[in-house]
């Protein structure tokens, strides 16, 4: 079974007790350097007896953790005093390194007492519907009912209509759908809809998602909706891409994207301490001892924040902050300072070398957990302005570019293969001039949510510029990326668009290049466009695949 995280954490705390001998030896073993009184040596010193201050905290050692303050505060006088080497400084430090191991025989690794146990409220697993989402659909106009049904089908939903109240009723009771679209007014019941509803949802612990629809706008219409238990009301004629759009959001709880944590503390007990605090709300995190290792890891890794310790070996953490942040790529990404220095001054330094936030150890928990999640969460916000379209919620042009270099990268790793679809609307010139540019917007939008709903959870799209779209399909041969978009073709040339008492459709074409066949990413690009182009010379309306060079 996994050990908890307290259980870890005290497995973590047995390790440091364990090693104190062979740390207090290394601390030793520099004190009696025959050149001490050289800064450098001085300050390798400070660093070492720093770091068992904030660990000796961290793991709820205070005996030890003030003693180690006390021998941290010699070798500051030190550090700032002109050193003589008749001084007694020296001996008062040998004489209070004895004093740290005396108290470290005192304690016992078994000791039952630990670092605060974690009582980490982690969010409830939530569910993924990788199966399809099933709609119940009841609308009392045949007709309306068939079309409503059919636009919906159109975005992945398996739609099952009923116009007859009462075989809604009994198909709601018998198997409960994932979401249901019911029509208000039945012939000449004003809140038949309403009333059904209330009757299937009074038998049920959990609620099953509705959204009505109804050519009424007034208030009591809705509020017999809300009484329902409505999640939605949209009055008729329903957008149906932002109809689906609320049925998604509804029917599809995605897990959110972790947060990436980065720790670079020279204390491998710390870093990882901090590491499972981190991981057991969720977090994903990486630890780096090393820091002059951190730029490696800042490339490969791409956290949302840096947790760094003030004093390491190679460099302290206010010079790497400066380093990070003299790189135009890492210039936003937070630095939150976690050191035992108490110093107030050296905070405000910190921050003005590039750091955030100052924590002092020893930190709870929560407040650890509270401190790292608002400031990353916040850099996840920022980046997503960067790298998405405003409009349609996808990657922008220079960021599916980028996953595409990566992915093609992974592909030729592991001798598998990627498709590059590009998509452009037919006539969306057209569109724009005939019905104006907020109705252009619209189909952009609904293609683009078409293609988030419908295509695999691997795949990657982005909207290229203008009306073009492009999306990415790791490990999809040609013929199959082929045949999904040509669904999709089908599916968005069903959409009704509704301007006024006018209704008009769209389509789109799409040029399918594979990797196989064009190993470069320019040549694949290329091959893509000019399969494209083929799509638009020979009618529009179509996908064309570029010719395999195999």
Request: aromatic residues 6%.
């Amino acid at each position: 079974m996994k050990p908890s995280a307290t259980e870890r954490l005290r497995n973590l705390k047995k390790a440091f007790i364990n090693q104190l001998p062979a740390q207090i030896n290394k601390i030793r073993e520099a004190l009696e350097a025959h050149d001490i009184t050289a800064n450098d040596k001085l300050e390798d010193l400070h660093r070492q007896i720093h770091t068992l201050k904030g660990t000796a905290a961290s793991f709820g050692l205070k005996n030890l953790s003030i003693e180690a303050d006390k021998g941290e505060q010699l070798v500051k006088t030190a550090l700032k005093d002109t050193f003589s080497p008749s001084d007694q400084w020296p001996r008062q430090m040998q004489e209070h390194l004895a004093i740290i191991e005396r108290e470290i025989s005192c304690i016992s690794a078994d000791e039952p007492e630990c670092v605060e146990n974690l009582s980490l409220a982690l969010a409830p697993a939530k569910i993924l519907l990788d199966r399809e989402v099933i709609v119940y659909l009841c609308e009392d106009d045949p007709i309306q009912c068939s079309n409503l049904a059919t636009q919906i089908g159109c975005f992945g939903f398996k739609v099952k209509s009923f116009v007859d109240l009462e075989k809604f009723r009994k198909a709601a009771c018998t198997e409960p759908p994932d979401a249901i679209v019911m029509d208000m007014v039945h012939h000449d019941l004003e809140t038949g809809g309403a009333d059904v509803i209330k009757h299937i949802m009074a038998g049920r612990k959990e609620a099953i998602p509705v959204v009505f629809i109804s050519a009424y706008s007034h208030l009591a219409a809705r509020i017999a909706a809300v009484r329902a238990g409505a999640s939605a009301y949209f009055v008729k004629p329903a957008n149906p891409s932002i109809l689906c759009s609320t049925l998604h959001d509804l029917t599809t709880r995605e897990e959110p994207e972790p947060n990436r944590i980065m720790i670079v503390d020279d204390d491998p007990y710390l870093s990882e301490m901090y590491s499972s605090i981190l991981r057991e709300v969720g977090m994903e995190t990486r630890t780096l001892n090393d820091p002059m290792q951190a730029l490696s890891l800042l490339s490969e890794f791409k956290p949302d924040l840096i947790l760094m310790d003030m004093y390491m070996a190679g460099c302290n953490g206010m010079e790497l902050a400066k380093a990070i942040r003299q790189m135009e790529t890492y210039i936003s990404i937070p630095i939150v300072f976690l050191s035992s220095e108490t110093d107030i001054d050296l905070h405000f330094d910190a921050r003005k070398m590039g750091g955030d936030e100052f924590l002092v150890k020893p930190i709870k928990p929560h407040h650890l957990i509270s401190a790292v999640s608002v400031r990353a969460e916040r850099m996840k916000l920022l980046r997503s302005y960067m790298v998405k379209d405003s409009m349609t919620g996808l990657y922008n042009h220079s960021t599916i570019k980028e996953y595409l270099s990566m992915h093609a990268e992974r592909a030729r790793q592991h001798n598998e293969n990627i498709c590059f679809a590009m998509i452009d609307i037919d006539h969306f010139k057209k569109v724009n001039d005939t019905y104006g540019h907020p109705v252009g917007d619209q189909v952009l939008v609904t293609l683009a949510r078409m293609l988030k709903q419908r295509l695999r959870k691997t795949d990657i799209i982005g909207r290229y510029g203008g009306e073009e779209f492009a999306v990415i399909l790791p490990g999809c041969p040609i013929n199959e990326a082929a045949s999904i978009l040509d669904q999709l073709r089908k599916n968005f040339a069903s959409i009704c668009f509704t301007v006024g008492q006018t209704t008009f459709s769209s389509t789109f074409s799409c040029g399918v290049a594979s990797l196989s066949s064009y190993p470069e990413i320019e040549q694949l690009c290329n091959a893509a466009d000019e399969a494209l182009y083929s799509a638009k010379h020979c009618g529009r309306d179509r996908i064309a695949t570029a010719p395999s060079q195999v």
